[in-house]
């Protein structure tokens, strides 16, 4: 059964601060998702990458397939950025996929 | 575009009554799927489905059931329910190979079962 453990559980920043979020998997993978979570929210996907790094605005997420590493980098973070932030590895078979999650990671940005 | 639409948000139920979880995608999505999220866990694959009339478990299906008729929908049955199914749920969908595309999330289902 594939595992997927993510570190740490809480962040706390101050603003401007630069972040880092580490998500490990047990088995080979088709890809590794991150997702982000707001209090009292839905979860929209951030990235989805299977190799490389993958960059939008503030955020980077990138993957070493060889170490089943991935880590997500949050540049000059921002209160706004205050959310869990959840990695999914995604792995197929059988014509189908399924997703383990992580337990998440609770981030707090204080101005 | 509405993406994934998940109906109810919030909702009490006694033990032991029935209810249905709706969800709904407009993006012709082969692949949609329902979790719950309890606090401490991971979220956790309850069933899916790869496409219309083809559904299977995942990894903690016991109490539920699921159908999917259309492409579109794909609802979530609680039989007779138990404050163990107390937890937030979410629908997803994407297209098959999701190994390699985004999934899409609905807003989630805060369930309560006294």
């Known amino acids: 059964k594939n595992e997927v453990e993510q570190s740490p559980q809480n962040l706390t920043a101050q603003e401007g601060e630069f972040i880092t979020i580490n998500c490990s998997y047990s088995?080979?993978?088709?890809?590794l998702h991150w997702l982000q979570q707001h209090p009292g929210g839905g979860i929209v996907s951030l990235f989805m990458l299977s190799s490389g790094k993958k960059k939008h605005g503030r955020l980077i997420a990138t993957i070493n397939i060889q170490e089943k590493h991935s880590s997500l980098h949050i540049t000059a973070s921002h209160p706004r950025d205050s959310a869990v932030y959840i990695c999914a590895a995604a792995y197929s078979g059988a014509g189908s996929y399924q997703l383990t999650f992580g337990k998440g990671t609770k981030l707090s940005v204080i101005p | 575009n509405a993406g994934v639409t998940q109906t109810p948000k919030f909702q009490v139920l006694k033990t032991g009554q029935s209810m249905t979880l709706q969800c709904a995608q407009d993006m012709n999505h082969e692949y949609m799927s329902w979790y719950r999220q309890d606090p401490g866990m991971g979220l956790r694959l309850i069933h899916y489905?790869?496409?219309?009339?083809?559904?299977d478990q995942g990894e903690v299906p016991n109490g539920y059931n699921v159908s999917r008729s259309t492409t579109e929908d794909f609802p979530l049955r609680l039989l007779s329910a138990a404050p163990s199914q107390t937890s937030v749920y979410f629908c997803?969908?994407?297209?098959?190979?999701?190994?390699?595309?985004?999934?899409?999330f609905g807003q989630g289902t805060r369930l309560t079962v006294v």
């Open positions: 088995v080979g993978i088709s890809a």
């Open positions: 489905s790869v496409g219309a009339g083809i559904t």
């Open positions: 997803a969908s994407s297209y098959l190979w999701a190994g390699y595309t985004e999934a899409f």
